[in-house]
């Protein structure tokens, strides 16, 4: 009996027929038990069966309010695997499966003066390349790492390398100075070996980056973008320089910053707590929602009244996706969180959930219609 009830209620759900809180119960639920794996048992579903009904109300009249984006995400999942297994069709979940695109890692290629290219991911933990005294070591934390050992001779100016995350790629490093570097997807850090012998450290960022810089006081860090130059002695910000977007921004968690257009004739001084943002129009300055600014190096989207079309890009760039939109783009704005390790298609049915716009997915290629 509890299992005909059982799939009574997933068909209802696959249908949109079930009442807000039916819904909430299943769906936390999930967050608390997590996903299921392919081979579980009719023992299995009896039990699972048995563990919400428990939980369903009857004629309570509780009233369910607000939109929790993770919830939504992770529910589609269980209850997709549910129904095809109660209903004997394991081939949707397997073709589901094969159909679904994970999340992005660790991932990043580094390209050194000589013009030798690595495969961070790939190459195995230890010493990389020795550059006039410089170490280049993968450590066992899986980060790459800069070790400065002076006795090595004189640097040279143009000892330049350049670190490239793909789409679905992020990656961590230190820089010879001590800095701390994380870079998020589609970004692009170009910096010297060693900053020995050298009146500043100076490197150049296209994309996004987290940086916590070692203090010199006799040696400013100066990071530079296209549009934007920022100096400081020692310090925690965030950048974010993506081409394909209109605007850099700066976060700053700690310390002093100066940032100043690449043309110098706008220079404002940042304090903590404060994001710049330079467009063509000028530069403005504004209280930064560091928790939302910071979401991507703490392994999760933050979505505060941000447009749909940018909630898009961000998605393209973790998951490699190319984006569509039928019809004109909606304006609408959504606002949740949710973990950067969802397959996209828990991602897509949390924004599906919103009502405010829909997908169809054809392999890579994601329509988003109203």
Do not use: C
């Not at 428990?54 to 607000?66: A, D």
């Not at 003066?113 to 934390?141: F, M, R, Y």
């Not at 505060?304 to 004109?328: F, H, S």
């Amino acid at each position: 009996m509890e299992v005909q009830r059982f799939k009574e209620l997933a068909r209802k759900y696959a249908e949109g027929k079930l009442t807000d809180q039916q819904k909430a119960t299943l769906e936390a639920w999930y967050l608390e038990h997590g996903e299921l794996p392919i081979d579980i048992s009719p023992e299995k579903i009896t039990a699972i069966g048995r563990q919400i009904f428990q939980k369903l109300p009857g004629n309570s009249r509780k009233k369910i309010t607000g939109f929790i984006l993770a919830a939504a995400a992770v529910s589609i999942t269980i209850i997709s695997l549910i129904i095809a297994l109660l209903f004997n069709k394991p081939d949707m979940v397997v073709n589901n499966l094969r159909r679904d695109i994970p999340p992005g890692g660790n991932r990043a290629v580094l390209t050194l003066a000589n013009g030798k290219v690595i495969d961070l991911e790939e190459a195995a933990n230890g010493p990389l390349a020795v550059q006039h005294g410089t170490w280049l070591v993968k450590n066992s934390a899986g980060q790459l790492v800069y070790e400065d050992h002076k006795d090595g001779g004189p640097d040279i100016n143009d000892h330049e390398n350049n670190i490239r995350t793909p789409e679905g790629g992020i990656w961590a490093l230190t820089l010879s100075d001590g800095t701390k570097v994380w870079l998020n997807n589609s970004t692009s850090l170009t910096f010297p070996a060693s900053f020995r012998n050298r009146g500043e450290r100076r490197i150049s960022l296209a994309g996004e980056a987290y940086f916590e810089v070692a203090k010199d006081r006799r040696h400013p860090f100066i990071v530079q973008t296209r549009h934007q130059e920022l100096r400081v002695l020692g310090t925690h910000f965030n950048i974010r320089a993506f081409a394909d977007e209109p605007q850099t921004s700066t976060a700053l968690l700690e310390g002093s910053v100066t940032v100043s257009s690449s043309n110098q004739r706008l220079t404002r001084i940042l304090r903590p707590g404060k994001l710049s943002m330079l467009t063509v129009a000028g530069m403005s300055i504004s209280n930064a929602n560091t928790e939302a600014i910071m979401a991507w190096k703490n392994g999760y989207f933050r979505f505060d009244n941000t447009p749909v079309e940018q909630v898009m890009r961000e998605l393209a760039r973790w998951y490699g996706i190319e984006v569509y939109y039928e019809g004109e783009k909606p304006r609408e704005k959504l606002n949740g969180r949710i973990s950067r390790n969802k397959n996209i298609s828990q991602v897509l049915s949390a924004l599906r959930a919103t009502k405010i716009i829909h997908f169809k997915v054809e392999g890579r290629r994601v329509m988003v219609m109203k």
